[in-house]
């Protein structure tokens, strides 16, 4: 297990398609979280995920965004109806949450959405 | 919500100087604060982090400070070198484990560039 997995790399995408972006997680890792980073930004939280459970939605993630975990493995994240305002960097992170700790928060390399 | 300040926004240094990045938070729960460093199309990197227990924490040319009074930590880069040239991002969060699910807040990132 090589960390966390995101495809695909770049997606270039017409205002109003639906496009889907996937996360494979560390194996081992029970929480999942989405974020989404614009140029020269701090990644912004989205969604996460502790096992199969879609535990907390930020106010940034409209009734055109939506999230899976439905085996608690991988993830996807859907957009439709793309508007140009969705085009940036969505991340993947995973951890391990045990006890009263949270370890190795790790992210993927990203997905690079255009949206023309 | 919580809400982490980072400044400068960017800082150019000579290589050999030092390089300090400031961090301001306003969550009081927060207990967790790590530093990741982002190369340009790459994913954010955990580079160093510390928790509310201890008030300084080192790894060869990096170290960490934080005030918890105050709400500010800090990320100190000794002896520069080339390759130190990236984006940092400071981010908190709460560490226990509750609904807040640890999701990291991020600072706005600062772009460091040392000089040859």
Redesign the interface.
Known sequence: DTG?SQNPRHKITKRGQNVTFRCDPISEHN?L?WYRQTL??????LT?F?NEAQ??KSRLLSDRFSAERPKGSFSTLEIQRTEQGDSAMY?CAS?L?R????YG??????TRLTVV | GENVEQHPSTLSVQEGDSAVIKCTYSDSASNYFPWYKQELGKRPQLIIDIRSNVGEKKDQRIAVTLNKTAKHFSLHITETQPEDSAVYFCAATPGMIKAAGNKLTFGGGTRVLVKP
């Open positions: 966390v929480r979280y020269g930004q701090g990644p912004e939280f996460y502790q535990l907390e991340l951890s949450a006890g009263l700790s949270n928060y790790t992210f993927g390399s990203g």
